[in-house]
C-alpha cells in the first residue's frame, strides 16, 4: 500500500542539496483538514503531478523532479491539541524545495514554477525564496551599481536626489527641455522621465532626448557637474533595446524602465547588453498588484528588492513608509536590505524611497537606511515656493546636512531654500500633507 504522505516529497530541509535546489517560503491560510495533504499537493502541482496520478510520473521521477515539502509550521504552533475549528481557517508557513535542474537560470520559468497555477489557489503568498549559486552566477545584476553611479556623478557621501519630469503627461519636447535644464543647472543628480510619460506624437523618446543631450552638455561644460537624465524607453522588448541604443548614441546618460510592466527579463536584456552600457532606474509600477495583499501575490521584498538588483537595476524606486502610499517601514526597510546587502559579488542597487518624500524626511530615511539612498522627489522640488531649483537646492542641503550629522533647522540658517520647505511642509512624518492618506 503505498503512503499517504510521498516519502519521496516530505523531507528533512537537511536531506536536500541546497546548492541543487531553489527554497521557497509560503504563507497559506485556508479551511484544510489536513494540512500536510495540502502542502504535499502544492509540491506536487507545480513540479511533477496534477490532480490525479498520470502513467508516466513514476517514483523516480517525483524522486528526482517533485517538489520536496521541508518545513510546514502552522500558526499557532499546536502541538498536543487544538482548538475547535469549525468555521476557522488555520494558517501556515511552510517550505518546498523545487530542483533547479527542472527550471534553469531562468526567472520567468522559476516564477511559473513556485507561484504560477498555485497563485490561482486561494490564499497563498510567496514570501521568500533562496536561489542556489548556479542560479544567481546566471545574473550579471546592476553594471553600475551604488559605487559606480556614485564614481559616474561625483556624489561620494550623501543620498542620491532624483527628480522627473512633471506634469506627468503633456509636455512637450521645449518643455521638457527647459525643466531639465532648470534642475540641471541647480546641481539635481539624476532627472527621470514620469513612469506615465511614453513614447508618445507630440513628444518622442528621440525629440527629448536630442534636447536633452544637447542641454547636459552645456551643463556640463558650465558647471563640470554630471547630471543624468533618464527617458522612459518602457515598450515592446524589441523596441526598447532600440531605444536605449539610440539613447546611448545620443549622448543620454541613462535610461528607465517599467520594469514590473515589461518583465524583469526584459530589463535584465537592456541592462547586460553592452552596445547600451547604460544605467538603468527601475520604476515600481504594478508592483501594488503584486505585492499588496496579506495573502496572496509575492512579498514586496522580492518584486521591489531581489528580482530587480538580479535583473540590471542600478536605482529602484518605491515607496517610502512615510510618504503618501501605504507600506510597512519594516518592509520599505527589508526592501533596501535586499537591494544593498551582500549578495554573491553582485553590486549595490541604490533604493529610491518615493511617493510624497520631502526636504524634512531625509533624515528620517538615512536613519532607517545609512547614506545609500536616492531621494526620488517630485512635489518636493516643482511645488517648492521659491520654484523648481530652489526646491533641489533644498533637497541637496538637506542630504549634505544629513550626512554630515547636521540638524535640518541648522542647517536652514543660511538656506533661504530649505527653511521655506521646513516651514511649509515641517520635518518627520506628516501625513496631513497627503489626500490620499486622508
Not at 504522505?5 to 491560510?29: A, G, Q, R
Not at 517514483?59 to 469549525?86: D, L, Q, S, T, W
Not at 545609512?370 to 521659491?386: K, L, V
Request: hydrophobic fraction near 40%; aromatic fraction near 8%.
Amino acid at each position: 500500500m503505498n503512503a499517504k504522505y510521498d516519502p519521496n516529497i516530505f523531507k528533512l530541509p537537511e536531506s536536500v542539496d541546497k546548492d541543487t535546489h531553489i527554497i521557497c517560503t509560503y504563507f497559506c491560510e485556508g479551511y484544510t483538514s489536513d494540512l500536510l495533504n495540502k502542502v504535499g499537493s502544492i509540491a506536487i502541482e507545480q513540479t511533477t503531478g496534477t490532480w490525479a496520478p498520470v502513467p508516466l510520473e513514476t517514483p523516480e521521477v517525483r524522486r528526482r523532479h517533485g517538489g520536496k515539502v521541508i518545513a510546514v509550521h502552522e500558526i499557532p504552533c499546536y502541538e498536543f491539541n487544538m482548538p475547535e475549528m469549525e468555521g476557522k481557517e488555520r494558517m501556515a508557513v511552510f517550505q518546498i524545495a523545487f530542483p533547479f535542474e527542472n527550471m534553469g537560470p531562468n526567472l520567468p520559468q522559476v516564477l511559473t514554477s513556485v507561484i504560477g497555477n498555485i497563485s490561482m489557489a486561494g490564499k497563498l503568498k510567496l514570501i521568500d525564496i533562496d536561489f542556489p549559486k548556479v542560479f544567481t552566477d546566471a545574473f550579471q545584476g546592476p553594471r553600475y551599481g551604488v559605487e559606480g553611479l556614485r564614481e559616474l556623478t561625483g556624489v561620494q557621501k550623501r543620498p542620491f536626489i532624483v527628480s522627473m519630469i512633471k506634469p506627468c503627461t503633456g509636455a512637450t519636447p521645449e518643455n521638457a527641455g527647459k525643466l531639465i535644464r532648470e534642475l540641471a543647472m541647480a546641481g539635481i543628480d539624476w532627472i527621470k522621465d514620469d513612469e506615465l510619460f511614453s513614447d508618445t506624437e507630440y513628444c518622442t523618446v528621440k525629440a527629448r532626448a536630442k534636447i536633452a543631450a544637447e542641454i547636459l552638455k552645456d551643463v556640463y561644460e558650465r558647471t563640470g557637474k554630471r547630471v543624468i537624465y533618464s527617458p522612459n524607453i518602457t515598450d515592446r522588448p524589441d523596441k526598447m533595446l532600440d531605444k536605449a541604443k539610440m539613447c546611448k548614441e545620443m549622448g543620454i546618460p541613462g535610461i528607465m524602465i517599467n520594469a514590473l510592466t515589461v518583465g524583469w527579463p526584459s530589463m535584465q536584456m537592456v541592462a547586460e547588453n553592452d552596445e547600451v552600457g547604460l544605467p538603468i532606474l527601475a520604476h515600481p509600477a504594478f508592483a501594488g498588484a503584486m505585492y499588496e495583499s496579506h495573502y496572496s501575490g509575492v512579498s514586496s521584498h522580492l518584486i521591489l528588492g531581489k528580482f530587480m538588483r538580479m535583473s540590471g537595476a542600478d536605482i529602484v524606486i518605491y515607496p517610502c513608509a512615510y510618504g503618501k502610499v501605504d507600506i510597512q517601514r519594516e518592509r520599505y526597510i527589508r526592501i533596501a536590505q535586499a537591494l544593498l546587502t551582500d549578495f554573491r559579488g553582485m553590486k549595490r542597487t541604490f533604493p529610491g524611497p518615493a511617493a510624497g518624500v520631502y526636504q524634512g524626511l531625509i533624515p528620517d530615511v538615512a536613519s532607517d537606511l545609512g547614506m545609500d539612498f536616492s531621494i526620488s522627489a517630485g512635489a518636493a522640488m516643482h511645488a517648492h515656493p521659491m520654484g523648481a531649483a530652489a526646491g533641489v537646492e533644498s533637497l541637496i542641503k538637506a542630504a549634505d546636512a544629513t550626512a554630515e550629522g547636521i540638524p535640518l533647522r541648522e542647517a536652514a540658517k543660511d538656506c533661504e531654500s530649505l527653511q521655506a520647505a521646513l516651514d511649509l511642509w515641517g520635518e518627520g512624518m506628516n501625513q496631513q500633507l497627503f489626500d490620499l492618506k486622508k
